[in-house]
Each structure stands twice: as structure tokens, then as C-alpha cells.
């Protein structure tokens, strides 16, 4: 077996599963939040993308501001959503809020590939990143390593905002005991919206890294969203380390896989889903069933 | 059956009857087919409590099987509808068999995640199923009568739909079906009652899963042609979104959200490319207005006509 090509797919695996990673993040805080599961998440990760391609070229504004300036203006257009919309359901079942956001997926998918085609549009990668380096037998894009250690980066952060600070303490009581948190006088329901905005973001974040590897296109998510559902069994819902270490893990293990057989890639991320429901239902990282 | 429900197969009967001559008979075969596909949907999701959001795996499963056994074999359709069937079925049992252990919001992943797995894997089967091609040039057989027309076909087809329609409704209305809803209402009771709940789970899911394949092989060899659309997560929300838009735990809901969307599809497909985002703002605007889909409020306004009917009656006797 070529040892450069499998050190290439680790490194490809790892990118996939930075986004996986980023992905799966979002999808768990939100849900630990509000008890939704955000079909839209792989629509929100394509606005993401077109953010960050319109400020390019709308008023040539790069990568780097964009990096910053394209998630919060998505997650302010998700704050809109889930006042007008989720806020409506929170109680009910939360198929409800599955079934909305798929409507919500659909539309968005719809209406910009009404606006923009099918086709894909080309966005450059950043200079500073452009070059390529040596790693032992082969060369690597640097910009693919960047997108690496920057979503760890993103990933610890989340991790250090949830568990270890004081914002992340009210989220954590107000996810498990919502009365009681009010009965002490903190204002749950704009927390609630703070960390649906973080989760929305975290996906627009992934999706302005994507920009410059994968064209930006209508349709870049609608994949995307199903392997990360599958990221997320295997994972439960329950954790952030548990979201982070099954998207960085499937990501590498796929890609591994893929020396084998490069067309069943994908494919060995739902087979390892099927075994995890064999051997452990509940997730690998799950302390308790969270159905 | 009580006389409501003779009444309603009457009606049933007679719409699907006359569809071919109110609408052009392609629209109509869909629709039926459509509808008994989100009957099976609506099986799992009305009277189980498991939104499967896969099921274009056994639509699709079953299309491909048909589609190819019309193809290879010469098959008359009703019999290469029943390889589907059986290919689906044997799909869905693994596939419910690892879906049953997640409940709820997982359920729903896990079945959309398989489905996807199998489009994949029928992508790349190229050889066998001709990848993006999809199978072409199926033919549409039975021994001594020429199905030359789409409306020869649908009139074909029409009593296997029904079959199923009656399968689907004898499934609801039996003894299983009871126990189906009381775990759908409690599953821990149902369990304590001392009903093997997985064992019922599994059977309504691999029951479903040959509806849908039945739905889907037609389908296939309906259009002479089964592809990848088949297979796409896109077709598995369709489903879902019918069964919604007419009314979950109903059966005939299905059959009315099948028939709204796909006229309004087939309306503005001269309008947009886009329909997406029609049927989005329909799933949007019925989640949050009316959970409980048309089918209760239809329901509501031909009980509220009857009894205007024979207030009106008794008025004019007095």
C-alpha cells in the first residue's frame, strides 16, 4: 500500500471531519437547548457559503473579514427564524420542529438555486494560505491544515463557553431544569436564542471554510446534513465532546476506508452508524438514551 | 366496516375511477401511486409513532427490483411488481431492525440515513443498475391485453393499488393495529401489558416497506424508467409531507395531500424550477396552522353539511 496516499486521506479525513465536527456541534447545543433537531443545518451551512461569496462580490470584502462578518449575519437571520417560527413549537413534539426545518431547508435550497443556478460558484482561496507544504512523502495545501486547527480552535472555544463559563452554566441549568432556572430569576428564553445563534453560526462558520474547497453552490449541504444525522447517532446528541470526537473520528475513519475502495466512502460512514445501533443503541458517547 | 367507511371506499373508488378522465392519466397514476405511497408513510407515522424518513428506499428498492426483472425477465408487471415488493421488504427488515432501536427525532435520522446509504450503493452499482442513467426502457406487460397508453396501464395497475389501499386499512383496523397505536400512545404500558413492542415495531415497519415498494414498482414501470430520484432523501420528505399536508393517523390523508401537492406541483412546473419552494412554505405554514392536517377539517365540514342536510330535511317534512 502507497504510505503517501494514505497520509493524504488522514489529512482529507481530517478536514472532513472538521466539518462534520463543526456541524455536529451545532446540531448539539441546539438540541440541548431547545430539543430541536435543525433540518436546516445543511442550509444554513450553504448561506454560509453564499455569505461569504457575496461579500466578495458584492463589496470586496475577503476570506478573513468574511470569516467573522458571514456567521454573525446568519445567525442573526436564525435568530429572526426561531422567534417567528421554532419559538411557536417549543413543547410539542419535537418531530414538529424536524418537520418545519426541513420545510425551512427546502425553501432555502429552492429559493437560492432560483437566484443563483444549479452551478456552483468559484471562490478563491486566501493568499496567505494559497501554498502548499511538505508533510514526509507528499505535499499538502496548507489551506486544508488551516481548516483543521482553526475548527479544533472553534471547537474547544464552544466547549470552554458551555462548560466553563458563566453563560454556559445558566445554558446548562436552563437545559436541564428550564422552571427553576426562571424561578431564579435568569431570563431563559433569551439564552435560548444566544445559543441558537452560536449553533446557526458554527454552521455558516463551516460553511465560509468550505467556500474556498468546494464550489459554492445550492445544493453543497443537502449531503452533507444526511452524514452529519449520521455523525450525530453514532455520537448522541447528549455531548459536545462526544459531537466533536464522533465528527473528527468518522471523518478519519472514512477516509481510511476510502483507500480500499474510494466509491464507498460515504458509504462506510452509514455502516459504521449500523454498528454502533448493534452494539451500543444509544451512541458511543451517550450516558443515557436522549430519544 | 361501518357504513361510514363504505361510504368513503365508494367515493374512493369512484375518484380513482374517473381520475384518468379529469386530469391527463400520467398526472393520475402518480397520484395514486403517490398516495399509496404515503399511506405507508402514514402507517409507521400515524398508527406507530415512527416518522421514517427513508422510505424512498423502498419506493426506490422496489422501483429498481420491478423495473429490472420487467426488464431482464419479459415479466408481466404484476409479477415483477411482486419481486419488488419482496426486495423492499427484505430491505426494510434489516434497516427496521436497527431503526427500532432509536425512538423519536433519532428514528427519523436513522431510516433518512439508510435510505441514503442505498442511494450510494445504487449509484455506484453501475453495471446493474446503470448509475445516473437509472433503468431505461422498461416494458410494461400483461399476457393478452396491449398497455400501449398511460391510461391502459393506470386501469391495469389500478386493482394492485387498491390491494394495497385495502392491505394498509385491514393492517390499521386488526388486532395488530390496536397494539400498534397503544405503543405509539404508551409503549411502556404496551410493554407491561406484555406485547413484545420491538417484535410489533419491526413487523408494521417491514409491512410499510412492501407498501411502499408495491407503490414504487408500479411507479417504475408506469414511467418504463427507474432512477436515482427514486432513492433521493428528497422523495422520502415528499412522502412525509403528504401524509402531513392530508392528516397523519387518517390513511385517506395521504391520498389527499398526495393529490394537492402533486397538482400544484404539475401546476407550476411551467411556472418555476424551483417547487421547492412552494412545498416548503406548505410544510412551514401546516406545522405551525394545522398540525392536525386537511383530512380532520374536510372531515368536519362534510359532517357539518350532512347535518345542515337534514336539519334542512326535517324543516321542509315538519
Not at chain 1, 462526544?242 to 480500499?260: C, E, K, P, Q, R
Not at chain 2, 442505498?118 to 431505461?136: K, S
Not at chain 2, 411502499?212 to 436515482?228: H, Q
Request: net charge positive; proline share 4%.
Amino acid at each position: 500500500m502507497d504510505l503517501g496516499y494514505v497520509s493524504i486521506q488522514l489529512f482529507n479525513g481530517l478536514v472532513n471531519g472538521a466539518f462534520y465536527a463543526l456541524l455536529s456541534l451545532g446540531l448539539a447545543i441546539i438540541f440541548g437547548v431547545l430539543r430541536v433537531v435543525n433540518f436546516a443545518h445543511g442550509a444554513v451551512y450553504m448561506l454560509g457559503a453564499f455569505a461569504a461569496y457575496l461579500l466578495l462580490q458584492q463589496f470586496d470584502i475577503g476570506f478573513w473579514p468574511a470569516l467573522v462578518l458571514a456567521p454573525i449575519g446568519v445567525a442573526l437571520l436564525g435568530v429572526v427564524v426561531e422567534r417567528l417560527l421554532l419559538r411557536r413549537l417549543y413543547g410539542l413534539d419535537p418531530l414538529y420542529n424536524f418537520l418545519l426545518t426541513f420545510g425551512l431547508a427546502l425553501f432555502l435550497q429552492d429559493a437560492m438555486r432560483l437566484r443563483f443556478g444549479i452551478q456552483g460558484q468559484p471562490y478563491p482561496t486566501p493568499d496567505e494560505l494559497s501554498a502548499s507544504v511538505s508533510l514526509g512523502p507528499v505535499s499538502y495545501p496548507v489551506y486544508r491544515l488551516f481548516v483543521i486547527a482553526f475548527s479544533l480552535l472553534i471547537c474547544v472555544a464552544t466547549w470552554y463557553l458551555i462548560e466553563r463559563t458563566r453563560l454556559g452554566m445558566v445554558v446548562r441549568a436552563a437545559t436541564e431544569r428550564a422552571e427553576l432556572t426562571r424561578a431564579l430569576g435568569i431570563d431563559v428564553d433569551r439564552w435560548v436564542t444566544a445559543v441558537f445563534a452560536i449553533g446557526i453560526g458554527l454552521a455558516a462558520l463551516a460553511g465560509v471554510l468550505a467556500a474556498p474547497m468546494r464550489n459554492v453552490a445550492p445544493l453543497m449541504g443537502s449531503e452533507l446534513i444526511i452524514l452529519t444525522f449520521a455523525v450525530v447517532v453514532i455520537g448522541g446528541l447528549g455531548s459536545i465532546v462526544g459531537a466533536v470526537t464522533a465528527g473528527f473520528l468518522i471523518g478519519v475513519l472514512a477516509s481510511l476506508g476510502a483507500v480500499f475502495n474510494p466509491a464507498f466512502e460515504n458509504v462506510i460512514v452509514f455502516a459504521l452508524m449500523a454498528v454502533v445501533l448493534l452494539v451500543r443503541p444509544a451512541g458511543l458517547f451517550s450516558s443515557r438514551e436522549a430519544a | 366496516m361501518t357504513r361510514r367507511d363504505i361510504a368513503l371506499l365508494v367515493v374512493g373508488i369512484g375518484i380513482a375511477l374517473v381520475l384518468p378522465r379529469v386530469l391527463y392519466s400520467a398526472l393520475a397514476l402518480r397520484i395514486v401511486l403517490w398516495a399509496l405511497f404515503a399511506v405507508s408513510v402514514d402507517l409507521l407515522l400515524g398508527y406507530g409513532g415512527m416518522l421514517s424518513f427513508g422510505h424512498a428506499a423502498f419506493w426506490g428498492a422496489g422501483g429498481y427490483a420491478a423495473a429490472l426483472l420487467a426488464k431482464a425477465y419479459q415479466l408481466p408487471f404484476p409479477l415483477a411488481a411482486l419481486g419488488g415488493i419482496a426486495v423492499a421488504m427484505a430491505l426494510a427488515a434489516p434497516i427496521g431492525y436497527l431503526a427500532i432501536r432509536r425512538r423519536g427525532i433519532y428514528f427519523a435520522m436513522v431510516t433518512l440515513a439508510f435510505a441514503q446509504m442505498l442511494f450510494y450503493v445504487v449509484n455506484e452499482l453501475r453495471d446493474l443498475t446503470g448509475g445516473e442513467n437509472g433503468v431505461q426502457g422498461v416494458p410494461k406487460i400483461l399476457p393478452g391485453i396491449s398497455l400501449g397508453r398511460t391510461s391502459d396501464f393506470y386501469y391495469a395497475a389500478l386493482p394492485l393499488v387498491l390491494i394495497g389501499f385495502f392491505v394498509a386499512y385491514r393492517i390499521v383496523h386488526s388486532p395488530f393495529g390496536h397494539v400498534l397505536v397503544s405503543i405509539r400512545d404508551n409503549e411502556a404500558r404496551a410493554q407491561a401489558l406484555g406485547y413484545p413492542t420491538q417484535r410489533y415495531k419491526l413487523i408494521a415497519f417491514v409491512l410499510s416497506g412492501g407498501i411502499a415498494g408495491l407503490a414504487g414498482s408500479l411507479f417504475a414501470i408506469g414511467n418504463s424508467f427507474a432512477s436515482l430520484e427514486l432513492l433521493h432523501w428528497t422523495t422520502s420528505g415528499s412522502a412525509v409531507l403528504m401524509t402531513v399536508l392530508g392528516g397523519m393517523g387518517t390513511l385517506w390523508g395521504g391520498g389527499v395531500g398526495a393529490a394537492i401537492v402533486l397538482l400544484l406541483e404539475d401546476s407550476l412546473s411551467s411556472v418555476t424550477e424551483a417547487p421547492g419552494i412552494v412545498t416548503g412554505a406548505i410544510l412551514i405554514a401546516i406545522v405551525l396552522g394545522f398540525r392536525r392536517g386537511l383530512a380532520p377539517a374536510l372531515h368536519t365540514a362534510a359532517v357539518l353539511a350532512w347535518a345542515r342536510l337534514r336539519a334542512m330535511r326535517a324543516a321542509r317534512e315538519a
